[in-house]
């Protein structure tokens, strides 16, 4: 253990009952996307008290906090994202949700309290820095268009040369962190069909064009894009998730509308994805005598993480916490819109490992019983910091 590691981790423990104070009050009160009013004021008022940061309010319910040090050298930002969900919390804690149908299922309440734990202890750490420390804290990740791209709108990445993020994970183990090089999560784009047949009575269906058998011809074949059309060792989810059509049992419905859901991991494949979509729902429909109508809504873009950041993360883990706490994972097909900041900057998303079975924190993410091994904050900040020392020490 380096003298830098013992710093750390003494300092991460002097802190760990304000991070945990911190994480049980954002989970008292928790706010839902593009309405985190209160976690936004708590934040900056904290970050006020930590003295040495420039804030600032770039949208309404973000705060952004830099750390000038007046000495040359690179700018490195972090970030958290705050939102929580509309889900009614089944969790019996003191500290569960005192918010009707709104819960901090995903673990954003810890992630805002690990990079506040991090921008305390930074803040005295600033005569051994150099360049510039931005801390993003960033409303709305669960709501597309997302606040990752607003702040990015807003010019929170102007000079900025690395960016850094990380998200508390249940499958993962407490005490590891996770890291995954290049594509590590999906560009979770929606598409909506209809299918316009004519309808009629379902005693006579040669006298219509039944929108019903032709939605599910247009459902069993779009399968046939990921299993027939696209490389197999690409990865491509394509998922009809809502179904509605028809009144009656004896009508034959004029139209049937289908919505869902493409995962793709690569950008170039991502891009070809509404042409061969829309190229099955024509076929089946001309085939059938039907028309229809075709939408396809972009979501996040793919987080794809920088090998040479991925690697500084991992060192990181190594050097600070130990080689058997590292985790090389496995991409995943959920969206994350950190992906926002990466393209303006090199980045890396890392994940802190909470899953404990004994604290019956492993249940899945957006699920009302989920919750967080605290402990693993601790795991987390101690990243952050080594990874601000790693990038931003100064050469003495
Ligand atoms: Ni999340």
Redesign the pocket.
């Known amino acids: 253990m380096t003298a830098l590691t013992d710093r750390i981790q003494e300092k991460v423990d002097w802190l760990f009952p304000q991070l945990v104070a911190w994480r049980r009050h954002f989970h008292e009160h928790p706010e839902l996307s593009f309405q985190e009013q209160e976690t936004a004021a708590f934040v900056y008022d904290r970050l006020a008290d930590f003295g040495g940061y420039e804030l600032s309010r770039p949208t309404e319910t973000s705060v952004v906090a830099r750390l000038i040090t007046g000495r040359p050298g690179p700018t490195l930002a972090l970030r958290a994202?705050m939102d929580a969900l509309p889900i009614q919390e089944e969790n019996a804690l003191d500290f569960a949700s005192k918010i009707p149908g709104v819960m901090h299922a995903?673990?954003?309440d810890g992630h805002t309290a690990m990079l506040l734990g991090a921008a305390k202890l930074l803040a005295e750490q600033r005569s051994s820095l150099r360049g510039e420390l931005r801390l993003f804290f960033q409303h709305a990740?669960?709501l597309f268009p997302g606040g990752g791209q607003q702040l990015v709108d807003a010019g929170v990445m102007e000079g900025v040369d690395t960016v850094v993020g990380a998200?508390l994970g249940s499958s993962l183990p407490t005490g590891k962190i996770g890291v995954c090089l290049g594509a590590m999560m999906a560009a979770p784009d929606t598409f909506s069909i209809t299918v316009v047949g004519s309808g009629g009575h379902a005693a006579h269906p040669n006298q219509t064009v039944d929108s019903v058998a032709i939605a599910a011809q247009v459902i069993t074949n779009l399968q046939h894009i990921v299993a027939r059309n696209i490389d197999p060792l690409d990865s491509i989810v394509v998922s009809v998730t809502q179904l509605q059509a028809g009144t009656a049992d004896n009508v034959i419905p004029g139209s049937a509308w289908m919505g869902g859901t493409v995962r793709s991991l690569d950008p170039a494949l991502r891009d070809s994805m509404p042409q061969r979509l829309e190229r099955v729902v024509r076929g089946i429909c001309e085939a059938h005598g039907a028309h229809y109508s075709f939408e396809y809504r972009r979501g996040y873009r793919p987080v794809i993480n920088d090998a040479t950041v991925t690697e500084w993360v991992a060192e990181v883990v190594r050097s600070e916490l130990g080689g058997e706490h590292l985790e090389v994972i496995r991409p995943s097909m959920g969206g994350?819109d950190f992906s926002a900041y990466q393209q303006k900057a090199p980045g890396s998303f890392f994940i802190v490992g909470s899953g404990n079975p004994d604290l019956e924190s492993d249940f899945p993410?957006h699920h009302p019983r989920f919750t967080i091994d605290e402990a693993a904050m601790r795991n987390g900040v101690v990243v952050f910091i080594g990874l601000v020392h790693k990038i931003l020490a100064t050469a003495s």
């Open positions: 994202d995903c673990g954003h990740e669960e998200h994350e993410h």
